[in-house]
């Protein structure tokens, strides 16, 4: 179910607000748990058994590896030692399977096959879980904090169980950890001042969703259909750009919303973008965005690995290894793993030349940053090779093939998506955001939000490209 449909706005989330609100508070969450199961099985019917499933086998593990058992005083911390080993060994293998069997199995199979030259490895041809990526990693760092001890007791299942399917976050995240919302878990209150303040946040991410992004993918989808190989360099940068505008306010909308209606339901949902277009540097555009992707790999990943603490040599191992997997997280295909190594490449450069520097500068910085992205997201999004090779040939003016789409095209394209461009360009700086937290009380901010949730309905009910970008990953 999208946030953005009839079906959500008008029905879900009313009936599940008011028995939410209703319902004494010692049950509400087993009223978040049935209507977050209710709310994925809407879309993925079948996949909820494996969510439900994939809970159970965690939520046991987990309270495994807090059992004490009888034993003397001399081998009880030996064994609560191994026995919490035992246990993170055995969730990390039940998820990490689980991952690659649904969404890593047929392309593994496929690329050993075309190795081979004929058919050794069967391909399965699984349909991909919603948000299966998100939940298998909020699982994976509920199982490595309780055998670090940063959870010092274990979640009840119900709490548990909610916590991993709460359905703001469930399908595109932000990736949340358990101590970031466990003491609302076990109590919270709900204020008519948050419900209010998650209601105005949720408009505002259903803007930047339905307004921006949606409307600015228009134009992508039309420059891709005019053929990756026969476009004017202005053209295909300007693809690149309009790409660059829809996944951005398609990914920020959504977390945006989620944050809003995690606000309605007493949790606080954490951040997930800052302004990451108006970085100076590679590396800060990546601490900017997707922040709690960027924080799992980095806590739970290239820490563990040793870091930047055992010299250069192990540091551009790490992060290559982060990297590349960071890639594939994204998705199964060759453009991902792409992708990733592209920014293993850019940021091993910065870390260990101009980085700082740039960052220290206004203007170049972020001058330098606006030129790298739209190409990094050119090879995120284009997953056949030969059209990505296509593409970036265009975008540098080194393709052969004759220019069908070009300068009279290009400037048709600004007559028509201008004024979008432009306020794609405004909300992609801190300032509107700014804008917002300063008179968010303020009446005008009400009337400029509720029209903005009418035009959304609007754009809802008459258009048809309406689809979450970082759902199929």
């Known amino acids: 179910m999208l946030f953005s449909s009839v079906g959500f706005l008008f029905r879900f989330l009313p009936v599940f607000m008011i028995l939410y609100l209703i319902i004494p508070a010692k049950y509400r969450n087993i009223v978040l748990l049935a209507g977050s199961l209710v709310f994925y099985g809407v879309g993925e019917p079948y996949f909820v058994l494996l969510l439900i499933f994939s809970i159970v086998v965690n939520y046991g593990l987990s309270r495994y590896m807090f059992w004490e058992p009888s034993a003397p005083i001399q081998n009880r911390v030996e064994r609560r030692k191994k026995r919490r080993r035992t246990a993170l060994i055995l969730s990390l293998l039940f998820d990490l399977c689980m991952l690659f069997l649904f969404k890593y199995w047929d392309f593994a199979a496929g690329s050993v096959n075309r190795l081979a030259g004929n058919e050794l490895v069967p391909l399965l041809s699984l349909a991909l879980p919603l948000g299966i990526s998100f939940y298998t990693f909020q699982m994976i760092s509920y199982q490595v904090d309780c055998y670090r001890g940063t959870i010092s007791e274990p979640a009840g299942l119900v709490e548990f169980a909610a916590y991993v399917s709460m359905f703001p976050q469930l399908i595109a995240g932000p990736i949340v950890r358990y101590d970031e919302v466990a003491d609302r878990m076990l109590s919270r209150r709900l204020r008519i001042r948050n419900l209010e303040n998650g209601l105005k946040l949720f408009t505002l991410g259903l803007g930047f969703k339905v307004l921006l992004a ?43 919303m989620a944050m809003g209606l995690g606000k309605m339901l007493g949790f606080r949902i954490p951040q997930n973008f800052d302004s990451p277009y108006a970085s100076r540097s590679v590396s800060e555009f990546w601490r900017r965005w997707h922040i709690t992707l960027g924080r799992w790999f980095r806590e739970y990943v290239y820490f563990p690995l040793g870091g930047s603490r055992k010299g250069r040599l192990r540091t551009v191992c790490n992060l290559f290894i982060v990297w590349a997997l960071t890639g594939l997280w994204h998705g199964a295909d060759w453009n991902f793993v792409l992708w990733g190594l592209l920014f293993f490449l850019i940021l091993t450069i910065e870390k260990n030349s101009y980085g700082r520097k740039l960052e220290q500068t206004r203007v170049i910085g972020r001058l330098y940053t606006l030129a790298i992205i739209p190409i990094t997201w050119v090879v995120f999004a284009i997953t056949d090779i030969g059209q990505l090779w296509a593409y970036l040939g265009n975008m ?56 903005v949730f009418w035009f959304s309905v609007h754009e809802i009910m008459v258009g048809s490209n309406n689809p979450f970008l970082y759902f199929r990953f």
């Open 396 to 451: 540098f003016g080194i393709q052969k093939t004759g220019v069908m789409v070009g300068i009279p095209q290009f400037l048709r394209y600004l007559q028509e998506y201008g004024i979008l461009l432009a306020f794609c360009i405004l909300f992609a700086t801190p300032l509107p955001i700014r804008c917002y937290n300063k008179w968010k009380d303020r009446w005008f901010v009400v009337v400029m939000l509720t029209a």
């Open 214 to 256: 949606n409307q600015i993918g228009t134009l992508w989808n039309t420059i891709m259909t005019a053929g990756a190989g026969e476009l004017h360099p202005a053209v295909a940068w300007l693809g690149a750009a309009a790409y660059s505008f829809q996944i951005y306010f398609d990914f920020w909308g959504y977390s945006v």
